[in-house]
């Protein structure tokens, strides 16, 4: 693989990396013939984010050596962020960037040409890896809200910096809120203050979300896509559905894509006070209303019910074109495995890393993509690890 | 006993007096070598000499020559004592290390000798402070015997190439590699780490260079650790003078213009981790 991004582009790269960076410890890189893929998922699954930089981004684009199969790899985020640590640097100096990927070498390498002539040359080890593939499809979600990231980023803006899950819901007057989430258990002196934003129909682009629906979510890995989406000047659509479901960010121009998959909560709001007025509480039903009771293994946590389903996948390609949500275990009938899942991605079941603090603890699996390998119900295997982790 | 002794002296009682209108001319240079705990400083009626080593294996010195102070009497042909610089660099900071604008913080320095404390008085806006730091005995300090004669290869660069590369250094590496050579790649810095390697490659007909003398290909590793704190001087100087003598030895020579548009210099001397065979060609 060969790639060469000039000019502005260059920051465009580095500040997807940025926003990537906010999510995942490993940086999945993959040259397809529709563009470089970049993609990560958080350890705790409950998170995926990837960006398809079409071939027209680049300079000069090539995905594979001719005659030879795409390469595709995993290295360190942390590694790659260090390539474009300083975007303000990035942005004066690095008048060139080439990335290419050789088989041979083992290496990945990244050229940044700058001012005065000084390039850098970063040779960063990788891993060969399957391809990563969380399974979405914003086309099957109900709610949709687009704006400029502006307008988002903007309503963000006084959220405090530790806050960590912000409800995002439809207001009487279909006016868009945006609150700080509280745990009921949060200590007091948190809890104390309740940061409510409330954003008019008119500053939407498109909005098809009846009142009264509420998503809830992590406020650190949608600013991550913001920042990007606001520096990039886009707009950005949230694809949701019912509490539990896995939300999808989208940002999307002619030479790039992007999606943030983030777990919701199951609960969006029960222990707040109602968006709007008591009669929206009845038009949006809490919960237990229509969730499916949460899988004995996990009753302690309030939002594993519904999964982001992810795989991994010997053929990408193939997985590409999967298009499905994985439902909650209660539903389970209605997903289609992927012929070429495997439940090849062990690593966050063995990673030796502190398990999220937070509920979004669990998510997808090839496991639940595939029936053969998974016993009805939630996996043993996952329950076991968070307990022991735990 | 010392700490005792009468404020109101005689000049000539001091072995050594230096007064300066802004502190920060003092201040700001003595930052830029600050990695370690403990100085020596030297005065000479060219001025004062702050010395600052760790393990044995590299040297900072900050030069404050006598045109910087207002007043600078030297009573004896040279005066030494070892200081605690952290405590010094506190006590000249004690107005503040960023004053206000149009504010400048006075100092005048008194050093009665051998087992007497420096004394410094401080001004800014009529309010003086008095800080006795305590001196210790002054150590031998090391020599590097870099002469010009011995130097094999020589760079100066526009710091502000320099900055961002030790800014990002990949601290992972445990070794900054340093190749200077006549031919391909000129000057190149490479770091080792964990992640892979990088490589930082200056062209010799830069805009940032701003005088290549290299005479033959040299290969040496420095340990990153060492060479970390320099950053401290790279970002405050304008220029760096990049020099390895026959040995490997490495000197690195800061310029560092202060407020008033004075020029000072600080050096860094350090020796090469290991051989690099293949680097005699």
């Known amino acids: 693989m060969k790639c060469l991004v000039t000019g502005g582009n260059v920051k465009v790269l580095g500040k997807a990396v940025h926003s990537l960076s906010r999510i995942g410890d490993e940086l999945y890189l993959e040259p397809l013939e529709d563009g470089l893929s970049l993609r990560t998922v958080n350890?705790?699954?409950?998170?995926?984010?990837?960006?398809l930089f079409a071939p027209l981004f680049f300079?000069?684009?090539?995905?594979?050596?001719?005659?030879?199969?795409?390469?595709?790899?995993?290295?360190?985020?942390?590694?790659?962020?260090?390539?474009?640590?300083?975007?303000?640097?990035?942005?004066?100096?690095?008048?060139?960037?080439?990335?290419?990927?050789?088989?041979?070498?083992?290496?990945?390498?990244?050229?940044?040409?700058?001012?005065?002539?000084?390039?850098?040359?970063?040779?960063?080890?990788?891993?060969?890896?399957?391809?990563?593939?969380?399974?979405?499809?914003?086309?099957?979600?109900?709610?949709?809200?687009?704006?400029?990231?502006?307008?988002?980023?903007?309503?963000?803006?006084?959220?405090?910096?530790?806050?960590?899950?912000?409800?995002l819901g439809i207001g009487c007057g279909r006016r868009v809120i945006l609150r700080s989430y509280q745990e009921e258990e949060a200590d007091s002196t948190v809890k104390a203050m309740v940061t409510e934003m409330s954003i008019g129909e008119e500053d939407f682009q498109q909005l098809q979300a009846q009142e009264g629906v509420a998503i809830t979510f992590c406020l650190k890995e949608f600013r991550g896509l913001l920042s990007f989406a606001e520096s990039a000047n886009l707009s950005l659509s949230v694809h949701f559905d019912a509490p539990g479901r896995p939300a999808i960010f989208a940002v999307k121009?002619?030479?790039?894509?992007?999606?943030?998959?983030?777990?919701?909560?199951?609960?969006?709001?029960?222990?707040?006070?109602?968006?709007?007025?008591?009669?929206?509480?009845?038009?949006?039903?809490?919960?237990?209303?229509?969730?499916?009771?949460?899988?004995?293994?996990?009753?302690?946590?309030?939002?594993?019910?519904?999964?982001?389903?992810?795989?991994?996948?010997?053929?990408?390609?193939a997985s590409r074109a999967v298009p499905s949500?994985?439902?909650?275990?209660?539903?389970?009938?209605?997903?289609?495995?992927?012929?070429?899942?495997?439940?090849?991605?062990?690593?966050?079941?063995?990673?030796?890393?502190?398990?999220?603090?937070?509920?979004?603890?669990s998510l997808f699996f090839g496991s639940i993509l595939a029936p053969a390998h998974s016993p009805p119900g939630p996996s043993p295997v996952l329950a076991e690890d968070s307990e022991g982790e735990g | 006993m010392p700490l005792l002794t009468p404020q109101i002296q005689d000049e000539n009682d001091y072995s050594l007096v230096a007064s300066l209108d802004n502190v920060r001319n003092l201040s700001t240079i003595l930052k830029a070598i600050h990695f370690r705990e403990h100085a020596t400083c030297f005065a000479t009626k060219n001025g004062i000499k702050v010395t600052v080593e760790n393990a044995k294996c590299v040297q900072a010195n900050a030069f404050i020559q006598a045109g910087i102070f207002q007043e600078f009497i030297v009573q004896e042909e040279s005066v030494t004592f070892r200081i605690n610089l952290t405590v010094l660099l506190d006590c000249l900071s004690i107005f503040g290390s960023s004053p206000m604008p149009g504010t400048l913080t006075a100092l005048r320095m008194?050093?009665?000798?051998?087992?007497?404390?420096?004394?410094?008085?401080?001004?800014?806006?009529?309010?003086?402070?008095?800080?006795?730091?305590?001196?210790?005995?002054?150590?031998?300090?090391?020599?590097?015997?870099?002469?010009?004669?011995?130097?094999?290869?020589?760079?100066?660069?526009?710091?502000?190439?320099?900055?961002?590369?030790?800014?990002?250094?990949?601290?992972?590496?445990?070794?900054?590699?340093?190749?200077?050579?006549?031919?391909?790649?000129?000057?190149?810095?490479?770091?080792?780490?964990?992640?892979?390697?990088?490589?930082?490659?200056?062209?010799?007909?830069?805009?940032?260079?701003?005088?290549?003398?290299?005479?033959?290909?040299?290969?040496?590793?420095?340990?990153?650790?060492?060479?970390?704190?320099?950053?401290?001087?790279?970002?405050?100087?304008?220029?760096?003078?990049?020099?390895?003598?026959?040995?490997?030895?490495?000197?690195?020579?800061?310029?560092?213009?202060?407020?008033?548009?004075?020029?000072?210099?600080?050096?860094?001397?350090?020796?090469?981790?290991?051989?690099?065979?293949?680097?005699?060609?």
């Open chain 2, 110 to 281: 008194c050093y009665q000798g051998y087992g007497y404390p420096l004394m410094l008085f401080l001004e800014e806006g009529g309010v003086v402070t008095v800080c006795k730091i305590n001196t210790q005995e002054p150590e031998e300090t090391l020599d590097f015997d870099f002469c010009s004669t011995n130097v094999i290869n020589k760079i100066i660069l526009q710091s502000e190439g320099l900055r961002e590369a030790f800014s990002e250094l990949d601290m992972t590496s445990e070794v900054l590699q340093i190749t200077m050579s006549p031919d391909k790649p000129y000057f190149r810095l490479s770091t080792f780490g964990n992640a892979g390697s990088s490589h930082l490659d200056y062209p010799k007909d830069s805009d940032l260079m701003e005088s290549f003398n290299c005479n033959q290909t040299q290969v040496n590793r420095y340990k990153i650790a060492l060479l970390k704190p320099s950053t401290k001087a790279l970002v405050l100087s304008c220029k760096v003078s990049i020099r390895t003598d026959n040995r490997g030895f490495l000197s690195l020579q800061y310029m560092i213009r202060n407020e008033d548009g004075q020029i000072c210099f600080v050096e860094y001397y350090c020796c090469p981790d290991e051989e690099v065979s293949e680097s005699e060609s």
């Open chain 1, 59 to 167: 300079q000069q684009y090539q995905a594979a050596a001719p005659g030879q199969e795409a390469l595709r790899c995993k290295i360190l985020m942390k590694s790659f962020l260090a390539v474009f640590r300083s975007l303000a640097t990035v942005e004066k100096s690095v008048e060139r960037c080439c990335i290419s990927l050789n088989g041979r070498s083992s290496r990945l390498v990244v050229q940044l040409h700058c001012r005065y002539g000084v390039r850098k040359t970063h040779n960063l080890s990788f891993q060969d890896c399957e391809s990563l593939q969380a399974v979405f499809d914003p086309a099957l979600c109900s709610h949709v809200l687009r704006a400029p990231a502006r307008v988002l980023g903007e309503a963000v803006l006084p959220f405090p910096p530790a806050l960590a899950e912000v409800t």
């Open chain 1, 43 to 51: 350890s705790s699954r409950s998170a995926y984010a990837c960006f």
């Open chain 1, 253 to 317: 121009d002619s030479l790039l894509d992007g999606h943030f998959v983030l777990a919701t909560l199951s609960e969006s709001d029960l222990h707040s006070p109602a968006l709007c007025s008591p009669e929206l509480r009845r038009l949006a039903p809490p919960l237990q209303a229509h969730g499916t009771p949460p899988p004995d293994d996990f009753a302690n946590d309030d939002i594993d019910s519904y999964m982001i389903a992810m795989e991994t996948t010997v053929d990408s390609e």
């Open chain 1, 325 to 361: 949500i994985a439902l909650s275990p209660g539903l389970r009938p209605f997903c289609s495995p992927d012929p070429y899942s495997e439940d090849n991605e062990a690593e966050p079941s063995t990673e030796p890393g502190t398990p999220p603090p937070k509920k979004f603890r």
